[in-house]
């Protein structure tokens, strides 16, 4: 689950919420029987590239962890302005980890099917740009356990 807020005041707000409601309390209860939640982490957003404000159905999601974080995020952006990054089809976002987990970024890859998806990493990954990228961050960053999931629904308040 996603939890995304367009502010810090806004994300707070909701938490007070959140901890005052007789069903949230019975949903986090109930859940915590039939499931397990990893990798808690409060992200903020620092870079996009492509048609963010479209509604993907599919994204994959990479935890970072970069001993220099602001030369990781430079060297990743002049991956996504790159002629690769360009031909990305959806959009992808680098966050910059502020609280929770051991993840100092988290980069999102959204597309509008499984096959573009999979086609938009394969592309990146087979690509000379990707390899400047590798070397320009060289050991700097760890990369944690890929996610992919499919957007099934969005409520809003």
């Known amino acids: 689950i996603i939890l995304n807020h367009p502010d810090y005041e ?16 019975l949903i986090l209860e109930r859940g915590a029987d039939i499931s397990d939640c990893n990798n808690q982490a409060l992200l903020v957003e620092r870079a996009t590239w492509g048609d963010v404000d479209a509604d993907w159905a599919w994204n994959a999601v990479f935890p ?25 089809a959806g959009s992808t976002v680098l966050y910059e980890a502020r609280a929770g987990g051991s993840n100092t970024h988290a980069i999102a890859v959204l597309s509008p099917s499984f096959a573009a998806l999979n086609r938009n990493l394969d592309t990146l990954y087979a690509s000379d740009d990707y390899e400047d990228f590798l070397e320009a961050v ?10 992919q999931s ?8």
């Open 10 to 25: 806004r994300y707070e707000a909701w938490g007070a919420r959140i901890a005052q409601s007789p069903a949230a309390q």
């Open 138 to 147: 060289g050991d700097s960053r760890v990369l944690g356990v890929r996610a």
């Open 150 to 157: 499919r957007h099934v629904r969005t409520w809003e308040p």
């Open 64 to 88: 970072v962890t970069a001993s220099d974080g602001e030369t990781y995020a430079e060297a990743f952006g002049e991956l996504m302005t790159s002629n690769t990054g360009e031909t990305m």
